[in-house]
């Protein structure tokens, strides 16, 4: 089991990076290896959702 009390996280509330476990679950995005990776977490969210939105819509057939 990874040890995230030793990763970085974006806090979502606040927009700063933390390292390890600090904040509300609800609160964090990550874990990610490296702070930088964590400050760019509002965009690895932005494109996983557009991504994930692009297959349901071929899935269903709503590209067509």
Known sequence: MPDNDHK???NSVTGEVEFGMISPST???GPFDTAE????APEVVKRRAAAW???EAAE????S
Do not use: F, K
């Not at 990776?37 to 760019?40: G, L, R």
């Open 37 to 40: 990776e964590a400050t760019n």
């Open 27 to 29: 609160d964090r995005i």
């Open 60 to 63: 269903n057939g709503w590209d």
């Open 8 to 10: 970085y996280w974006y």
């Open 53 to 55: 939105a692009e297959e």
